[in-house]
Antibody, heavy 122, light 106 residues
Framework: QVQLVQSGAELKKPGSSVKVSCKASGGTFSSYGINWVRQAPGQGLEWVGGTIPIFGNPKYAQKFQGRVTLTADESTSTAYMQLSSLRPEDTAIYYC???????????????WGQGTMVTVSS | DIQMTQSPSTLSASVGDRVTITCRASQSISSWLAWYQQKPGKAPKLLIYQASSLESGVPSRFSGSGSGTEFTLTISSLQADDFATYYCQQYNSYWTFGQGTKVEIK
């Protein structure tokens, strides 16, 4: 059974960058879309961006354009989200989520990682 | 960008109650809508996809309906395990989530 296992919690200074990983354990994902969603403390869910690794065509939410980069290493079934120019309001849990179906134009997710807490504080 | 508006923000109900949550899209999203349940400290769990399709393993007391811009999630008989926060999500154009509905014990 495939699981998404994310990297551990991060504490970062304002202005720095963070790179969160998401590894598909027990399977691959290269033909599935991988999306990233964040949740600030006590707040709702916010889409950051998504990509289908086999196509290499990341899409980013307007709010994060220029600050976020999504990549993937198919050889290790690992996806990455890098967020730069961090500010305190980026403090949140960051989740990766895999699409239900491979190479789908429209899809939601039935498989989520456990989340990675990123704290931005001086 | 497509905006999603959920109502109510909070809902107080008792075990056995029928509960309905509404989600409205700022433009037509056909049936590209999902519903998630989230409990504290946990990742969201998919309940409904494509507006009305029940995800495998989800109890049949959950149902979804709607198309275009108006959608509803109904819990036919609320159980103790259902007290949680629910989010709608459109996936017609990228992803957007509603602001969430917290279902509390009355």
């Amino acid at each position: 059974q495939v699981q998404l296992v994310q990297s551990g919690a991060e504490l970062k200074k304002p202005g720095s960058s963070v790179k969160v990983s998401c590894k598909a354990s027990g399977g691959t994902f290269s033909s599935y879309g991988i999306n990233w969603v964040r949740q600030a403390p006590g707040q709702g869910l916010e889409w950051v961006g998504g990509t289908i690794p086999i196509f290499g065509n990341p899409k980013y939410a307007q709010k994060f354009q220029g600050r976020v980069t999504l990549t993937a290493d198919e050889s290790t079934s690992t996806a990455y989200m890098q967020l730069s120019s961090l500010r305190p309001e980026d403090t949140a849990i960051y989740y990766c989520a895999r699409d239900r179906l491979p190479a789908a134009l429209h899809d939601t997710s039935d498989l989520w990682g456990q989340g990675t807490m990123v704290t931005v504080s001086s | 960008d497509i905006q999603m508006t959920q109502s109510p923000s909070t809902l107080s109900a008792s075990v056995g109650d029928r509960v309905t949550i509404t989600c409205r899209a700022s433009q037509s999203i056909s049936s590209w809508l999902a519903w998630y349940q989230q409990k504290p400290g946990k990742a969201p769990k998919l309940l409904i996809y494509q507006a009305s399709s029940l995800e495998s393993g989800v109890p049949s007391r959950f149902s979804g309906s709607g198309s275009g811009t108006e959608f509803t999630l109904t819990i036919s008989s609320l159980q103790a395990d259902d007290f949680a926060t629910y989010y709608c999500q459109q996936y017609n154009s990228y992803w957007t989530f509603g602001q969430g509905t917290k279902v509390e014990i009355k």
